[in-house]
């Protein structure tokens, strides 16, 4: 378990990256979720507390998710999809998921001035005409390099080309000495900041300070804490504060109905929209579908 990235900053400590990086020359972290999550928080959030910014974005994608944005599974994104749906090829949804959420992600990404590199991870049910769609979006979104992994069946072996690719990417942009660009400064407005990662991030026209967040950004100013980072809290599921506004959703606006001062961890929290800040597992955990046949086969646990 973690700082789960939908209710918190979703990274590892600034302390555990400094342990890394002085026994390796290049080091891997975790930003939880999707990039509008995990990615967004490391930049305005860890970045700032720890003055290093990174040198790479690595993108994770599958066909999976891809169908999923690209309305495949139909329209709630919670809804867990058969076997069979899954494995059914239908590269018109890869293709419609590509174009408008990974392309979001993409170019979302590139903003702050790194590489972006997409690894398209792969299935056994991938069909090489799904995986095609996906490399063909990802290098029109702009990514610097896209590699099909194949760290699912194989393990470290299947990542060996993107570690390649990773440590390439990270070379040219040190050489070429791109400035690191955050959306805001450290002493932007925390409205300010939500609106900024609201609009440029997940695609809303603005926000929506509701009477009880706003009571509580005023009392968090009059404590002081007013030039603290701001950590969005909502849904993984979707850019926007609605689980099922899948793809690249527009045309919205973000509600934020609290604000929460966490001083000891440095930042504050806005809580958008219905999400829920106590994590737990769904009704009907993954596990309860696994099992072992009379030949000793693990079933069920790739869903």
């Known amino acids: 378990g973690g700082p789960f990235a939908n209710i918190a900053h979703g990274n590892s400590s600034v302390i555990a990256d400094r342990l890394a990086l002085g026994a390796s020359d290049f080091v891997v972290t975790e930003a939880g979720f999707g990039s509008d999550m995990g990615a967004e928080k490391f930049m305005h959030i860890k970045a700032a507390n720890s003055g290093k910014a990174p040198d790479c974005v690595v993108m ?3 066909v999976r998710s891809m169908k999923l944005h690209g309305g495949a599974f139909g329209t ?5 999809p058969s ?12 293709r419609d998921g590509a ?3 990974l392309d979001r992600h993409i170019r979302n990404m590139s903003r702050f001035g790194m590489p972006v590199v997409v690894s398209v991870n792969r299935f056994a049910s991938d069909t090489d005409a799904e995986l095609n769609c996906i490399i063909e979006c990802a290098r029109a979104s702009g990514a610097a390099d896209v590699c099909l992994t194949e760290v699912h069946a194989k393990g470290g072996a299947g990542g060996a080309k993107l570690a390649k690719a990773v440590v390439s990417s990270c ?10 660009t ?3 400064n450290p002493n932007t407005p925390i409205e300010e900041k939500a609106l900024r990662v609201a609009t440029r991030i997940y695609g809303a026209d603005g926000i ?3 009477a009880k967040a706003d009571r509580q950004l005023k009392q968090i100013k009059e404590w002081g804490y007013g030039h603290l980072p701001v950590c969005m809290a909502k849904t993984q599921y979707s850019f926007s504060h609605d689980a099922n506004l899948l793809g690249a959703p527009t045309g919205f606006e973000v509600p934020i109905r609290e604000f929460r001062l966490n001083s ?3 930042f504050v929290v806005a809580i958008l929209g219905e999400i829920m800040t106590m994590p737990g597992l769904p009704k009907r955990p993954a596990a309860s579908d696994m099992d072992m046949d009379e030949d000793g086969n693990l079933v069920g646990v790739f869903g």
């Open 76 to 80: 709630r994104a919670a809804r867990r």
């Open 208 to 210: 929506n300070i509701q």
């Open 264 to 266: 000891g961890a440095g």
């Open 83 to 94: 076997k069979e749906e899954i494995e059914k090829e239908d590269v018109e949804a890869v």
């Open 99 to 101: 174009q408008s959420n």
């Open 60 to 62: 994770n994608v599958t």
């Open 171 to 180: 070379q040219d942009h040190i050489a070429a000495g791109r400035p690191f």
């Open 182 to 184: 955050p959306l805001f």
